[in-house]
């Protein structure tokens, strides 16, 4: 499809393990955007990426979390030493410089 | 630091008919654009309608208007002749101007919609 694309669409994995998310954007879209929601709430800004670089990543809870877009395209999130708080569903969004964010169905991350 | 409230958690209406969802935010900014995902069971956050700030005419997008009041930084999603589809979690998110370099959503915490048929 033309959409954003999120894999895997559930991942259950066990406290301390090390997990990568991933993000496939909208051909041609040039900003890329991780969000968390925590179940009940809205979601909430991890990073933001202008092409290959990170031109925001004020929203990463600590230096467990780390993003990559190493072609300007796919993007991944990585978490090492997982903890239960990090349960959650991540989001991710494309959009046009300027335009409109674009979702992903979002991947079910739970900590056992 | 910008932030968004939805203070209704729930929210229900009888098909066919008009509901309102309330939302007000916070900034100093002048200039911004202010927007309503739609987020169905499926996760996916659906746009639903935009706002920019320094329009003074309020968006439509067929079923759905909003009211902006700018100076009272309210920002409610007014949804007509609801259908069953339109029942899923709305949030009210608000955005920076690219020029401001920021290009996050900041969202409020979400209002559950159903519809009763």
């Known amino acids: 499809g033309a959409g954003v694309s999120q894999t895997p669409s559930n991942k259950v994995t066990e406290k301390g393990k090390y997990v990568e998310l991933r993000c496939d954007p909208i051909?041609?879209?040039?900003?890329l955007y991780w969000y968390r929601q925590s179940l009940g709430q809205g979601p909430e800004f991890l990073i933001y990426?202008?092409?290959?670089?990170?031109?925001?990543d004020s929203g990463l809870p600590n230096d467990r979390f780390f993003a990559v877009r190493p072609e300007g395209s796919v993007s991944t999130l990585k978490i090492q030493r997982t903890e239960r708080g990090d349960s959650a569903v991540y989001l991710c969004?494309?959009?046009?410089?300027?335009?409109?964010?674009?979702f992903g169905d979002g991947t079910r991350l739970s900590i056992l | 630091a910008q932030t968004v409230t939805q203070s209704q958690p729930e929210m229900s209406v009888q098909e066919a008919e008009t509901v309102t969802l309330s939302c007000t935010y916070d900034?100093?900014?002048?200039?911004?654009?202010l927007f309503w995902y739609k987020q169905p069971p499926s996760r996916q956050m659906i746009l639903v309608i935009r706002q920019e700030a320094y329009k003074q005419q309020n968006a439509t997008e067929n079923r759905f208007s909003v009211n902006f009041q700018k100076a009272a930084k309210s920002f409610s999603l007014k949804i007509s002749d609801s259908q069953l589809g339109d029942a899923a979690m709305y949030f009210c998110a608000y955005r920076n101007p690219i020029i401001q370099g920021a290009q996050k959503l900041v969202f409020g915490q979400g209002t559950r919609l159903t519809i009763n048929p």
């Open positions: 051909s041609g879209h040039t900003a």
């Open positions: 900034t100093s900014e002048s200039d911004y654009y």
């Open positions: 990426f202008q092409g290959t670089g990170a031109a925001d």
């Open positions: 969004a494309s959009s046009l410089q300027g335009g409109p964010q674009h």
